[in-house]
């Protein structure tokens, strides 16, 4: 694997989030796979998904905003119609 400079994750994490999650990465891969990596290893696994997979799963989330917003605001301007004198 190459060890050149990789693009800097899109989406990031407090230090303290960051810290947990690192140490759940490092923990389930020993567990489930009985690989033990290095802090530096787990940092590059949790960059990897950081720069590579979060961004779908954050466009998924923003979407499905936009698509609840929309349904609410649609019937909201329903109910301030409703309100219309004859």
Do not use: C
Request: no cysteine; aromatic share 10%; charged share 30%.
């Amino acid at each position: 694997m190459s060890r050149g400079k990789a693009k800097a994750p899109i989406l990031r994490l407090q230090a303290s989030e960051e810290q947990a999650a690192l140490q759940l990465l490092k923990r389930f891969l020993d567990e489930r796979f009985e690989l033990q990596l290095g802090s530096f290893e787990v940092q590059e696994v949790l960059d990897l998904f950081s720069r590579e997979i979060a961004p779908h799963y954050y466009n998924k989330a923003v979407a499905d905003v936009q698509t609840l917003l929309s349904e609410r605001f649609a019937s909201l301007e329903s109910d301030v119609w409703s309100l219309e004198k004859s």
